[in-house]
């Protein structure tokens, strides 16, 4: 997702879209946020280890 919103934003900035700068600007803040909550999501998920099972 991340590399998406970057590939977006580059697009744009290098004049290489027709995307409006600012609507491509929201869209990239939006997947990059979705991708930190996905991280968390996932890094919640995982379980405890103990240091016994080290």
């Known amino acids: 997702m ?4 970057a590939g977006w934003l580059h ?7 027709e ?3 600012g609507t491509t ?7 990059m946020e979705l991708a930190d ?3 968390v999501e996932c890094i ?3 379980p405890i280890r103990s240091e ?3």
């Open 19 to 21: 995307l409006d700068p």
């Open 11 to 17: 697009s744009v900035y290098e004049g290489e879209s």
């Open 37 to 39: 909550q996905i991280d």
């Open 2 to 5: 991340r590399h998406l919103a």
């Open 25 to 31: 600007l929201a869209l990239a803040g939006v997947l």
């Open 52 to 54: 016994d099972s080290g």
């Open 44 to 46: 919640a998920f995982m």
